[in-house]
């Protein structure tokens, strides 16, 4: 990861829960190597590139970004009923 997401590196195995990493796929800050990098460390991580979008993707693709929230939060409600945890 770059320099500047060490303490990500650092602080990435605290998280015990679903994590979806969303890079705007013309993003010139995040690369989407770190990115994907990142969705890798983390025990249940995804991720997407939403094309059209650069560092900002609720303002350059706001409707995108909301049908990929939808999705990822769908996925969590079905495997939470599935799996019948009262938390997920």
């Known amino acids: 990861m770059a320099a500047g997401l060490g303490f990500l590196r650092e602080r ?12 705007g796929g013309e993003n010139e800050i995040l690369s989407e190597h770190d990115a994907r990098r990142f969705s890798e460390a983390v025990p249940d991580g995804r ?23 939808q999705r990822f939060l ?15």
């Open 12 to 23: 990435v195995g605290d998280l015990h829960c679903p994590v979806l990493v969303i890079r």
């Open 47 to 69: 991720y997407l590139a939403i094309s059209g979008a650069g560092h900002s993707v609720q303002g350059d693709q706001p409707k995108a970004l909301i049908e990929a929230l």
């Open 74 to 88: 769908d996925h969590l409600s079905r495997a939470r009923r599935l799996l019948g945890q009262a938390r997920f």
